[in-house]
């Protein structure tokens, strides 16, 4: 039976929690500086459940335990990206799962790549390396997110994925893509995205090198579980986050 000043109550202690304790920085601060990146398989994903082991018995919640996941890891290798026409080399990084690959095609350059725009250039797009922005236009009816700008040129016959960071500030775009995924995907910074649509701008064509180098092979992740138990029988509640992180 639903009673509503004990909700009150719990949601009043939860929201007083939130804004005179300083745990959740704490955690965020452990989980940063002690273990590093987490990326699914690494090193610093093993502490980080050590970590949550050992908060969650600590909090008090029962039947504290680790779940296995078998799933697809990736470890990285190179990226490497050049404009041919000028001997330019752009700083990149692979996005997680994109296959090895080096490919040389021309570039076309897609702006923010929502699915309208994919649509209208679709003949452009076949055999070409595209370039797309992470972001969205202004006031666009919804968000389009990384894996489908990356599924959809692919579909539409790309060789290759080059994401360009949305944001100024020298910070190369991240991002993982399929576990199968089918073309080769590189982030670059906003940057040298504005640098290559600079040297594109009056050409007819541009060609571009792009190469990645990656491994994808099996592993198994975990989620780490712990319940508070209420009235029984009662429903659950499930509530969850992500324990890993890009690399």
């Not at 994903?45 to 919640?61: C, F, P, Q, W």
């Not at 350059?109 to 797309?132: F, Y």
């Amino acid at each position: 039976m639903y009673d509503s000043e004990r909700v009150a109550e719990c949601e009043h202690r939860i929201a007083g929690e939130i804004y005179t304790s300083d745990m959740a920085y704490q955690h965020l601060v452990a989980l940063c500086d002690e273990c590093g990146h987490r990326f699914t398989g690494s090193p610093g994903e093993t502490k980080a459940i050590s970590y949550l082991l050992e908060r969650m018995e600590a909090y008090g919640l029962d039947n504290v335990h680790v779940e296995d996941v078998p799933l697809t890891g990736w470890k990285r290798g190179d990226a490497r990206l050049v404009v041919l026409d000028s001997g330019s080399k752009i700083d990149a990084l692979a996005l997680p799962y994109s296959p090895t690959s080096c490919i040389e095609a021309e570039l076309v350059d897609l702006g923010p790549a929502v699915p309208e725009m994919i649509a209208a250039r679709a003949k452009e797009i076949r055999g070409k390396v595209v370039l797309v922005s992470s972001a969205n236009p202004p006031m666009y009816k919804r968000p389009v997110h990384r894996m489908e700008k990356y599924s959809r040129v692919a579909q539409a016959g790309a060789v290759g994925f080059i994401f360009v960071g949305g944001e100024p500030g020298q910070l190369i775009q991240t991002g993982s893509l399929p576990a199968e995924a089918p073309i080769p995907g590189i982030g670059i910074s906003w940057e040298s995205g504005e640098a290559i649509r600079r040297m594109l701008k009056g050409k007819k064509t541009m060609r571009v090198r792009l190469t990645v180098e990656g491994n994808t092979h099996p592993i198994i992740a975990h989620n780490v579980i712990g319940e508070i138990a209420g009235e029984q029988p009662g429903p659950w509640l499930v509530t969850g986050a992500h324990l890993d992180s890009h690399d």
